[in-house]
């Protein structure tokens, strides 16, 4: 897994418009629905700040760019937010509660018309779940739980203590149970995306904090080093997984990427992040798509306007890219094919062997 050492291996065109809006319908998730050809996208609060705040549920085909809503699992999925791949056609996508409700873990099925709920069991409350990866070696779902929704933007009213990466069972009746919930890391200020490498060896994690954001005056800021300055940084880690117990566990600790660090500093901040087959790393952020080689090395960027806050390969070959825009979506196409896609597509080869 040794990435690819010239950006031009990897892009092959330029960004093209699949769809727009005068909302901002597309934000976070981006998840690649092979029986539809369509992408899961939830989009950014809407009415924010006012007491019908809430977020769409959306599926956009490729290539025609239709967009459309998916009432039913709003009605399930409250103020929906990132998501990825069960690897069996549907999707994980992760709630950020409302007031009193907490954040939550949802299965979405590859219609696209049912949620179940994974968790968390009744007595755990947990913060604005913000981005979930599947552990596919342990069954596990990893996640982070920021605060964003709490001492940000203000729509929770209740909270947990930590802002961290998590460990659960993707089975629901094994996540009913409070004891099989694993809290893997706490260093983070404000932990958002999350992704593993391809040999499941690594996880990354994207860390995103400006002091100036504090906007719930109510709500004091529970990690010391959150409470000025900024955050703009990738950390790595590496996955041990325990075969015999089912679990996973975070070890060595290490930045990946300092985006503030870089001789030509990135505009805004890393968001959504994936991986392409070779294990490098795509980021969103203000000025478009950041590539970083496995090493941490920087290859490129895919420039948008206006920058891009999540992303997702999909495609019948895996080999094209979605960038969300907030109002806008667009796609380049590929010279490799993502890493999930490559993992679904090996799963759906296999299954009619």
């Not at 950006?7 to 809006?21: I, M, P, Q, T, W």
């Not at 779940?129 to 596919?136: C, E, F, G, I």
Request: hydrophobic residues 40%; contains cysteine.
């Amino acid at each position: 897994m040794g990435g690819c050492s010239s950006f031009d291996a990897l892009v092959e065109g330029g960004a093209r418009l699949l769809a727009s809006s005068d909302e901002e319908l597309f934000h976070e998730a981006g998840v690649w629905i092979p029986s539809t050809a369509e992408w899961l996208v939830t989009s950014n609060r809407l009415k924010a700040g006012t007491p019908e705040t809430h977020v769409k549920i959306l599926a956009v085909h490729f290539p025609s760019g239709a967009v459309r809503r998916l009432e039913a699992l709003e009605a399930q999925i409250v103020m929906g937010n990132g998501g990825t791949t069960d690897f069996a056609g549907g999707a994980y996508l992760c709630s950020q509660g409302l007031g009193e409700q907490t954040g939550s873990l949802w299965h979405v099925d590859a219609s696209l018309s049912v949620g179940t709920r994974v968790g968390p069991p009744e007595g755990l409350v947990l913060n604005s779940l913000n981005d979930v990866v599947l552990h596919r070696a342990s069954g596990r779902l990893l996640f982070t739980d920021p605060a964003y929704g709490i001492e940000v933007q203000g729509f929770r009213t209740t909270f947990h203590a930590s802002k961290a990466v998590w460990g659960v069972p993707a089975d629901p009746e094994k996540a009913a149970h409070a004891a099989s919930w694993a809290m893997l890391n706490e260093c983070h200020d404000q932990p958002n995306g999350v992704l593993l490498s391809p040999d499941e060896r690594i996880a990354y994690v994207t860390d995103v904090w400006s002091g100036k954001w504090h906007n719930n005056p109510d709500v004091q800021l529970r990690n010391a080093a959150g409470a000025g300055g900024e955050q703009s940084r990738i950390h790595a880690f590496d996955v041990v997984h325990d075969a015999a117990q089912g679990t996973v566990a975070l070890a060595n600790a290490r930045t990946f990427v300092d985006l503030r660090e870089e001789p030509k500093p990135a505009e805004g901040y890393p968001d959504g992040i994936k991986c392409d087959e070779h294990g490098n790393v795509y980021a969103g952020c203000g000025g478009g798509v950041r590539v970083y080689a496995p090493s941490g090395h920087f290859l490129g960027r895919i420039a948008v306007k206006g920058g891009v806050a999540n992303l997702c390969f999909g495609g019948d070959d895996g080999r094209t890219l979605l960038m969300l825009n907030e109002t806008k979506a667009f796609t380049v196409r590929m010279k490799v094919r993502g890493a999930l896609e490559v993992t679904q597509s090996l799963k759906r080869v296999q299954s009619k062997e």
